[in-house]
C-alpha cells in the first residue's frame, strides 16, 4: 500500500519555540490531511488540503500541498504547553480510506 | 453534540479469549470505520461501513475478526480467538458521507492489552 513517510519523527523543544514537520510520499495524492492525537484519545483534523500548493492557516499552524503533490508540510508556531501530542500526516487512498503516517511525536519543555 | 462513543475504553484480557468492542458514531453519520492502532503507528483501516453494508473490509483477518453495524447505526467489532498479538488501540471514526472531503471524526478507542 501507500506509505507516508514523516520527519522527524519526535521533537523536544521549547515553549515558545516554531515548529516545522513534513510528510513525504513517492506517490502522488489529492488530498493532505494533518491530525493530532492527545494520549488516551483518537485523532482531531487539524487542516485539510485539496489543491496543490494551497497554503491553509488555523490559529498558530499552517499546513501547506506541496507543488509536486508528494509532500506536506506542518508548522505551529509560538508553541505552547497544549500543542503536546502527536501530529500525523494523512492522505485518502480511493473513496474514503485514510492512509497515516507514523506519526511526529512533540515534547515541550516549560 | 455528542461525539463518536467507545466502549469499553479499556480491556485486559488473556489470550484465546474473545473479545468485543462497541460503537456509537455521531448521530446522522452514515459511514463508519473501524481503525487499528499499533503502538507508535498512526491508525490502519479495518472495515469501513456505508449505513449498514460494509463496503470495504480488506484489511479486516477474517480468521479471527468480525464486525456488525446493525440497523446502520452502532456497530461492534469481534476477536475470537484474540492473540498477543492484537494488543492495539481499536478506534472508531464516523462521517457524514463517504466523499474524500468528508471529515472522519474518531472516538477515544479501546485499548486492548492480551495477556
Known amino acids: 500500500g501507500q506509505q507516508l513517510n514523516q520527519s522527524p519523527q519526535s521533537m523536544f523543544i521549547q515553549e515558545g519555540e516554531d515548529v516545522s514537520m513534513n510528510c513525504t510520499s513517492s506517490?502522488?495524492?489529492?488530498?493532505w490531511l494533518w491530525y493530532k492525537q492527545d494520549p488516551g484519545e483518537g485523532p482531531v483534523l487539524l487542516i485539510a488540503?485539496?489543491?496543490?500548493?494551497e497554503l491553509t492557516s488555523n490559529g498558530r499552524l499552517t499546513a501547506q500541498f506541496g507543488i509536486t503533490r508528494k509532500d506536506s508540510f506542518l508548522n505551529i508556531s509560538a508553541s505552547i504547553p497544549s500543542d503536546v501530542g502527536i501530529y500525523f500526516c494523512?492522505?485518502?487512498?480511493?473513496?474514503?480510506?485514510?492512509?497515516f503516517g507514523q506519526g511526529t511525536r512533540l515534547t515541550i519543555n516549560p | 453534540e455528542a461525539g463518536v462513543v467507545q466502549s469499553p475504553r479499556y480491556k485486559i484480557i488473556e489470550k484465546k479469549q474473545p473479545v468485543a468492542f462497541w460503537c456509537n458514531p455521531i448521530?446522522?453519520?452514515?459511514?463508519l470505520y473501524w481503525y487499528l492502532q499499533n503502538l507508535g503507528q498512526g491508525p490502519e483501516l479495518l472495515i469501513r461501513?456505508?449505513?449498514?453494508?460494509?463496503?470495504?473490509d480488506s484489511q479486516l483477518p477474517k480468521d479471527r475478526f468480525s464486525a456488525e453495524r446493525l440497523k446502520g447505526v452502532d456497530s461492534t467489532l469481534k476477536i475470537q480467538p484474540a492473540e498477543l498479538g492484537d494488543s492495539a488501540v481499536y478506534l472508531c471514526?464516523?462521517?457524514?458521507?463517504?466523499?474524500?472531503?468528508?471529515?472522519?471524526?474518531f472516538g477515544p478507542g479501546t485499548r486492548l492489552l492480551v495477556l
Open positions: 471514526a464516523s462521517s457524514m458521507g463517504q466523499g474524500p472531503w468528508e471529515t472522519q471524526y
Open positions: 506517490s502522488i495524492f489529492n488530498t
Open positions: 488540503l485539496y489543491k496543490a500548493g
Open positions: 494523512a492522505t485518502t487512498q480511493g473513496a474514503q480510506k485514510l492512509v
Open positions: 448521530s446522522g453519520h452514515n459511514t
Open positions: 461501513y456505508e449505513n449498514e453494508e460494509a463496503v470495504d
